[in-house]
């Protein structure tokens, strides 16, 4: 009995070290394959959540990130969600910089994508943000339904007309 119960814990060993090697080879080609797609691009795509569990992974790193934009006084900043926005949720927000001798234009309250630099340290309007982004370029971001009706052919490359209701 001991020597079965001894056979049945060196494969256990064996079994969780095989899973542990695995699961190590694929983080390693994930990240080999985020950093191959980085250097095609020049930045990296993240999301917020990325962004907000770990924000010292990207600082000093150019970024692509999607969320929603409000420009108001004292309130120059890419958030999560609209809802966020609408709340003021500093802790699901960037601080937004954009340089003027670069031709960047505030794009007003609407979802975005936002490409610049990350900078861990600079938390912004009053320190108040996770960080901030150094505004390199904005990207319209397409609705594509409005909870019940697709509006946009990803095909024909044209919304849809809408119905009235």
Not at 41 to 46: H, T
Not at 97 to 120: K, N, T, W
Request: no cysteine; aromatic share 14%; net charge neutral.
């Amino acid at each position: 009995m001991k020597l079965l119960l001894k056979a049945l814990i060196i494969q256990i060993f064996f079994l969780t070290a095989i899973v542990a090697k695995t699961t190590e080879d694929v983080e390693f080609r994930r990240d080999a394959i985020e950093a191959a797609k980085e250097r095609a691009v020049g930045y990296r795509r993240i999301s917020f959540i990325n962004l907000i569990s770990n924000p010292k992974a990207f600082h000093n790193k150019k970024i692509m990130i999607s969320g929603y934009t409000h420009f108001r006084f004292e309130d120059f900043a890419l958030y999560m969600s609209k809802h966020d926005a609408d709340y003021l949720n500093a802790e699901n927000a960037v601080w937004l910089v954009l340089d003027p001798e670069a031709g960047i234009i505030a794009v007003g309250s609407r979802y975005v994508q936002v490409i610049g630099v990350f900078d861990y340290e600079g938390t912004g309007h009053m320190g108040a943000f996770i960080g901030t982004i150094k505004v390199e370029k904005f990207l319209e971001a397409r609705q594509w339904y409005d909870g019940e009706t697709e509006l946009w052919d990803p095909i024909e490359g044209k919304g849809y007309q809408r119905k009235n209701r």
